[in-house]
């Protein structure tokens, strides 16, 4: 089941990028772009330091991915519909063929920023981009099944969601720097984005943030177990 | 052949398809009482009851027909058989490898090549996309050099020796089809259809649904009539 989820994700990669001359690089094109040119606007509103670039760049790339893995997980089994009521196939093999087309789409414009930094900036770890995000793989597995599963039978989920992470990009560390909070909140410590984002800019883990990753992944493990007992079988008919 | 005889019994199973967000007299205001499944309200939702207490036995070296006009629930019993839909009562046992192409359009992606769409559509049946099965199919589909240029340039019936060529490496005891076989020329429904006997033996079940008459003279021996989901003939 896992290999022809696999197998079909990276069919859905290469129908994506069919006739595009830059395919996946055209990811790559609009980080830097809109990094540069964020940088370029927020040095003259605000007092940015010098590696700021890198830190935004860091931010957008995984905040593009946790928006568009969750606002597309919503809206996964919708999606798959016509393959659902047609083939002898389970909700979680359309799921995970779904998740390894967004992680697969995220590390090919993952790979060239971590081989940017590591040539042209300076950067503790400039790879921690790419195995920094596999250690919350784990929580993304589980959050997005339980995302799915809500989004089939409830519509109404995906402008509420967007809403939210509205809210959440311009509380999370993204375009702002942690050492800029006039005080330490209690949000702050327990954003899992938080803790992220600082493992990938190549920061350790606070104690707090390895708490919070933790209690989160065993929530969504508990989620997802009674969403696959409880309803896949129901997902075909609410589709 | 697998060891086990293929065989599929069926005992008083009904199946109510939910409608959420819609009431049951809106419902009757829209759907026509002779067209479609009864409508019910189970715990505040409304349901069609597409399947109501079907009881079946199909042998093995069965080749049955499902009829019956539109909504009568043949596609919806295909896929219950496929296990595709989970009953909401009674009892299904279905012995043997079952394999089904409903929807011939599904997997299909009309951008990619002929050759891309076989090698994923060999993985969605589970079969492995060596070159020899790639081979097979190609020499099946007949489509030659056409298999290199996108599936959006085919004609329908291209298109259906693309899908259903697929079944020539396919094993299966069970083969449950719905009628997009209908628009392939008649050569290659007789090749499909000796295929598909050499494939099902004498003990496969095959079980197609369709109006059309042709299909039925070709394919199969039994008929089971449908309406509004209930049994009302097997022939």
Known sequence: MIKRAFVGSLFDVKRRFKLSILGPFWGVITLFVNSALLTYIFSMVFSVNEGYFVYLLAGLLIWNQFSSFISESLTCFVDAAPVLRNLKITPLEIYFRYFFKSWILFYLTALPVSIYVFFFEKSNDPFAILYGVILYLPFFTFLGFFLAVLGARFRDLSPIVGMILQVLFYASPIIWTESALKINTFWNDFNILTGMLSLIRGELLSLNEIICSLIFTIVFVIFFLLMLFRFSKRIVLWV | ?235
């Not at chain 2, 719905?178 to 290659?188: Q, T």
């Open chain 2, 1 to 235: 052949m697998g060891i086990v005889k293929p065989k599929i019994s069926i005992k008083n199973l009904s199946l109510a398809l939910p409608i959420y967000g819609q009431s049951t007299r809106s419902l009757k205001k829209t759907v026509l009482s002779s067209i479609g499944g009864k409508l019910s309200n189970l715990d505040g939702v409304s349901n069609i009851i597409a399947l109501d207490k079907i009881n079946l036995v199909i042998n093995p070296g069965d080749r049955v027909g499902l009829t019956g006009h539109n909504g009568s629930g043949k596609s919806t019993l295909l896929r219950v058989i496929a296990r595709i839909y989970e009953p909401s009562d009674g009892s299904l046992i279905v012995k043997g490898r079952v394999h089904c192409i409903f929807d011939p359009s599904i997997g299909v992606d009309r951008e990619m090549s002929g050759y891309e769409n076989i090698h994923w559509l060999l993985s969605l049946h589970g079969v492995s996309s060596s070159k020899k099965n790639i081979e097979k199919v190609k020499k099946f589909s007949e489509l030659d050099e056409y298999l290199n240029f996108p599936v959006k340039t085919y004609s329908s019936g291209m298109f259906a020796r693309l899908v259903y060529s697929v079944l020539s490496v396919l094993e299966f005891d069970i083969l449950l089809l719905d009628e997009g076989i209908l628009v392939s020329d008649n050569k290659f429904m007789d090749k499909l259809k000796r295929t598909i006997n050499e494939k099902l033996g004498k003990e496969g079940i095959l079980i197609i649904a369709s109006h059309s008459i042709d299909i039925k003279s070709k394919f199969v021996t039994k008929e089971i009539r449908l309406s509004q989901g209930l049994v009302s003939s097997y022939s």
